[in-house]
C-alpha cells in the first residue's frame, strides 16, 4: 500500500459522473480539480517505487 499526501474523495460518484464518464454537476467540477494533484503524487510513488525496485535495495 502506498500513502501519498494528497486524497480524493467522492461522496456520491453517481452525481460526479455520468453514465458515460463524463464529469458532471459541483462533483465533477471537484473531481476534476482534486484529480490533477492526486495523479501526480500517485505517479511520484509509483517512479520512486520502480527505482527502488531496480536498486535491489531493502524496502526500508
Do not use: C, H
Not at 2 to 16: C, F, Q, R
Not at 30 to 57: G, I, M, S, V
Amino acid at each position: 500500500m502506498v500513502v501519498i499526501s494528497s486524497t480524493l474523495a467522492v461522496a456520491n460518484i453517481s452525481a460526479a459522473l455520468d453514465a458515460d464518464g463524463k464529469l458532471t454537476g459541483s462533483g465533477g467540477d471537484a473531481l476534476a480539480k482534486a484529480f490533477p494533484r492526486f495523479a501526480e503524487d500517485l505517479a511520484w510513488w509509483t517512479e520512486a517505487a520502480k527505482q527502488q525496485r531496480a536498486r535491489k535495495a531493502p524496502p526500508y
